[in-house]
């Protein structure tokens, strides 16, 4: 006997400490998520945006919870500190493609459902030249179709609202 302990109790202790530490390094993880959130919430510039995507996934807090809530977050700012158009299109697909070698997964829809509709509103409240959010919205449906995505009723509905309020490229 080690100290004092039968071998099913010294199980039963090994067991109570392991949970005690998932236990702890859970709380310790909530806190950091709640961390980058929080930096998500007021960052702007595009490179802040890509040092807190890169940090959160590696920092491996969101792994327990929802991986794709740190590109979802950056993808719903980029464009406050970039505007819209082909370099923000660009700077979302390279934060796609970061998250898919660091997450270990496939992007999908759901990440172009979240631009497409950013560029939506955008074409509704003509806060944008028409053409660039048209064109954009074009290389989005576009770079969905290089990923293997299909184009859903979603991804069309969406995609046709925008053409609704601005002209249509030539597909």
Request: aromatic share 10%.
């Amino acid at each position: 006997r080690k100290g004092g302990y039968s071998p099913e109790e010294e199980e039963q202790r090994a067991e109570a400490k392991r949970t005690w530490k998932r236990a702890q390094q859970d709380k310790d993880y909530a806190v950091l998520r709640e961390e980058f959130r929080e930096q998500f919430e007021v960052a702007e510039d595009p490179e802040l945006l890509d040092e807190l995507l890169e940090e959160s996934l590696r920092s491996g807090c969101f792994s327990s919870q929802d991986v794709t809530e740190p590109l979802m977050m950056a993808l719903q700012r980029y464009h406050l500190g970039m505007g819209f158009g082909a370099a923000h299109a660009q700077k979302c697909f390279d934060a796609m493609d970061t998250w898919e070698q660091l997450a270990g997964r496939r992007v999908h829809t759901m990440f172009f459902h979240t631009l497409l509709t950013l560029y939506s509103n955008q074409a509704f409240a003509h806060a944008s030249d028409s053409m660039t959010v048209s064109e954009t919205v074009n290389t989005i449906m576009d770079k969905m179709a290089d990923k293997g995505l299909p184009h859903d009723d979603w991804t069309i509905m969406i995609a046709n609202r925008v053409f609704r309020a601005v002209p249509y490229p030539d597909w």
